[in-house]
């Protein structure tokens, strides 16, 4: 394999320490869906490819919710990657590590956020240059005291934590230093018309440790 070793930009992160997995299964869901996340303070959106319309929304997202940072996730090839981009994609977020989609993001400079769950994976994609890890799934790989202990030696790595993370938890994920903000999907447990209210408590919680 030739390695391309890059700087990614993930400073976007610096300001949204949220990041919700959205999954569209139906295309007019899109807009009330990233509204009420909107409406809630929330300011960026991880739109999954675990549906068809995932293209179609990240492109109506993009197009229509100019204030907020739309990426794409559960990226796991290049074909996908390259498809996310061109609907609009401003990041892209895998649930492990796939060098198509790696590649593609060096090449389109595109900040790539790859899934590990071993110091084995953090060391490759480290000497890859990449600085910010999805630590997934974050509750079934040891959650708060597993990121505490990998981090001890990886101190230079900045993690985005997702799975099994909601309101009564995030605050001790996002009281750890090595914790560059967390993505769940807890927002949409109670329908659209609750997202905003959900929302907006998770970002005061979330502020209490910024």
Same mark, same amino acid.
């Given at each position: ?7 990614? +930009? ?26 009420? *996340? ?8 991880? /739109?999954?490819?675990?549906?068809? #319309?995932? =293209? ?13 940072? /739309?990426? %794409? ?15 609009? %994609? ?33 060391? *490759?994609?480290?000497?890859?240059? *990449? ?7 974050? #509750?079934?790989?040891? =959650?708060?005291?597993?990121?505490? %202990? &990998? ?33 769940? #999907?807890?927002?949409?447990? +109670?329908?659209?018309?609750? &997202?905003? #209210? ?13």
């Amino acid at each position: 394999m030739h390695i391309v070793v890059c700087n990614m +930009e993930f400073s976007f992160l610096d300001n949204n320490k949220i990041v919700p997995v959205v999954v569209i299964k139906n295309i007019e869901d899109t807009l009330p869906i990233l509204n009420g *996340l909107y409406d809630g303070g929330i300011k960026v959106a991880e /739109i999954t490819f675990r549906t068809s #319309s995932a =293209g179609e929304a990240i492109r109506l997202a993009c197009n229509k919710m100019p204030n907020m940072i /739309i990426g %794409a996730g559960t990226v796991i090839n290049r074909e996908q990657c390259k498809k996310a981009i061109e609907c609009g %994609a401003k990041f892209i977020v895998s649930p492990g590590f796939s060098y198509g989609a790696y590649k593609v993001c060096v090449e389109r400079e595109i900040p790539y956020i790859p899934g590990v769950a071993t110091p084995t994976e953090v060391i *490759l994609a480290k000497e890859l240059g *990449l600085s910010v890890l999805k630590f997934f799934p974050a #509750s079934v790989y040891g =959650g708060v005291n597993a990121l505490k %202990a &990998i981090s001890s030696v990886f101190p230079d790595i900045k993690f985005l934590p997702t799975g099994g993370i909601d309101e009564n938890n995030m605050t001790e994920y996002l009281a750890l230093p090595c914790v560059k903000a967390i993505g769940g #999907s807890f927002m949409f447990r +109670e329908g659209i018309e609750n &997202i905003a #209210s959900i929302s907006r408590k998770a970002v005061e919680l979330a502020k209490q440790e910024g």
